[in-house]
């Protein structure tokens, strides 16, 4: 279990890594959008994203 825990880390850095290493502008222009947000926005968006990985882990498991 550490492994793939430690391989699913990896791979989040690589994909986190890709944009801003092809595109440092719009990287740049996304987070300025995002300071812009409310916290609750923001926390919608992160609640998105952890229901999103859960149902892919789900689905990825059966």
Known sequence: ????LL???ALVLV???LVP???PGSW???????LQLKD???RFIGMLSV???L???LVSSL
């Open 55 to 57: 149902v892919l882990l």
């Open 51 to 53: 229901a999103a990985g």
């Open 21 to 23: 290493l092809l595109s």
């Open 1 to 4: 279990m550490g492994d793939s």
């Open 15 to 17: 994909i986190e890594g």
């Open 28 to 34: 740049r222009q996304a987070f300025q959008r995002a």
């Open 40 to 42: 609750g926005q923001l």
């Open 7 to 9: 391989a699913a880390l």
